[in-house]
Structure formats: C-alpha cells, structure tokens
C-alpha cells in the first residue's frame, strides 16, 4: 500500500504539538547540580597511603599521563640483630587531565587500591597548563569518592576484609592473656567457704558464752557446783587406779590420807 501524501509531515507535526504541551525538564546548572550514576568517571583520586610506588599505573597508562617522583629511605631493623630495610617514599604523584582520555587502566591495575574514580567534573580551567594536578588536588578529590555498593546477601566476604579481620583477632587473641581455671578442689573449697562460715557464726550465736572463773559477773549462767569428794571420778585421769598395774618403769606412788 503507497503512503498517503503528507503523512510524514503530520506525524511529525503531532510530535512537535505533543512536546509543546508538556512541561520542560531543563535542569537549570549551575543552580541545580545533575544526578549523577554512581559509577561516573568524573576525575581520578588518589589514596596517598595505600601508594607503594611500584610504578605500575605509569607504565599501563597508554597515554602516559601519569608521572611519579620517588627516593628510598633506610629503615632500621625491628629487632635487635635484624637487617636494614628499604622502601619507597613518594615524593610527586600527577596526573594530566588534558592527555587522560579516562580509560581507567590505572585503576584496574593498582594492587594496593590507591586510586579511584570521583564523580567530580567542574575542574575546567583557562589554561591548558594547568589541567596537570598534583598529589595535593588529587587527595582532594579522594574525599568526594562514593562508597561502594552493597554486596548481595549471598555473596562471599572480600579477601582484603576476611585478612584484615583474621590479622585483628589474631592479634587480639595474643594480647589477651590466657585464663586458668582453678583446680578441682579449690572450686569445692570456694564453693563451701561461704556455706562454712554462715554455719560457724550462727552456732557460735546460738551457744552462750563460758563465764570465766574470776570474774564474778553473770551469776544467772554460772551452775552450783557439788561438794568435792574422796572418791575418784570415773575417767579422771589425776588420780591413778590402784587395780591397774604398774607400767614399767614407773613407781607406785602412796596412798594418801582420805583414800580407801
């Protein structure tokens, strides 16, 4: 079937019509800052302390945007008789933006996730000398860097967060001095200690005190005592048995008066 004459025209027509009805959507910058994707690849941060200047995101960088200063440092050994070591300082860290063509190999490659894309993008300037940023600016914009998004509920533990947690709780554990359990018959002692000492009070309250001899207080508690007399009391150890035998050795001693 041929195409009706005009057709074209008035379906474009329609589409302007349609637009010009609805309301605009213009964002009004810079008065009102765009909703940027999380995953924008604004500038290129960098994390200072995580940079071991292994030279890795220079020598990937295909456009070779990237330049780094370096000297090494002597350090001395932990412990008595060890051997000096070496490391890297970092002494310079730029990137030109005006050669970076955003390909984020740099941040692929780094080992020690030292560099990481910021969403910021207002870094234009006059002069094209100076869209070359230093360390300074670089450390700037590390702090504009969003934090990642959240794993799934099933997804395994990062390696570098497992290491870090099994590092810390091994450390802990060695600070931490070791707890030794008493032994057997000390738990039962500590255990009846308490016990011991409420039933030795309690019947040490419950008795009544011996009123001592020389002192004449207390009558109501002191017992009459019975006449004494000549004959011996049974299990009076003082006076000897005249039946029992005599042990050797020893001498029978006289009866005295008043015994029978």
């Known amino acids: ?21 609805r309301k605009t959507v213009t964002e009004q910058y810079p ?16 994390f200072e302390e995580n940079c071991t200047v292994c030279m890795l995101c220079a020598r990937e ?24 070591r070496s490391r ?28 990481f894309w910021s969403p910021e993008f207002e870094y234009a300037e006059t ?12 450390r700037e914009w590390m702090w504009t860097v969003p934090a990642p998004p959240a794993l ?21 554990a060695q600070q931490t001095p070791p707890v030794t359990e008493p032994h057997a018959d000390e738990q039962v002692r500590a255990a009846e200690g308490p016990t011991r000492a409420q039933g030795d009070s309690q019947q040490q309250t419950d008795q009544p005190r011996p009123s001592s001899p020389s002192s004449p207080s207390s009558p109501s508690t002191s017992r009459p005592t019975s006449p004494p ?15 029992a035998p005599a042990r050797p050795g020893t001498e029978p001693q006289p009866k005295q008066e008043g015994q029978e």
């Open 229 to 243: 007399s000549d004959r011996p009391v049974a299990g009076d150890r003082s006076q000897p048995d005249p039946s």
């Open 1 to 21: 079937m041929a195409p009706i004459p005009g057709s074209g025209l008035a379906k474009g027509l329609a589409v302007t019509l349609r637009t010009m009805t």
């Open 88 to 115: 890297n300082v970092l002494d310079r860290f730029a990137i030109d933006f005006s050669l970076c063509m955003y390909c984020g190999i740099c941040i692929e490659v780094c080992p020690f996730d030292a560099l």
């Open 31 to 46: 008065d009102a800052q765009p909703d940027l994707a999380p995953r924008t690849r604004g500038v290129i941060g960098l």
């Open 61 to 84: 960088c295909p456009d070779w945007c990237i330049y780094i200063d370096s000297h090494k440092e002597t350090v001395p050994a932990a412990t008595p008789g060890g051997r000096e």
């Open 152 to 172: 799934d509920p099933g997804a395994e533990e990062p390696k570098e967060i497992a290491a870090a947690r099994k590092s810390a709780e091994k450390l802990a």
């Open 127 to 138: 002069d094209i000398r100076d869209l070359t940023h230093e360390r300074d600016k670089l």
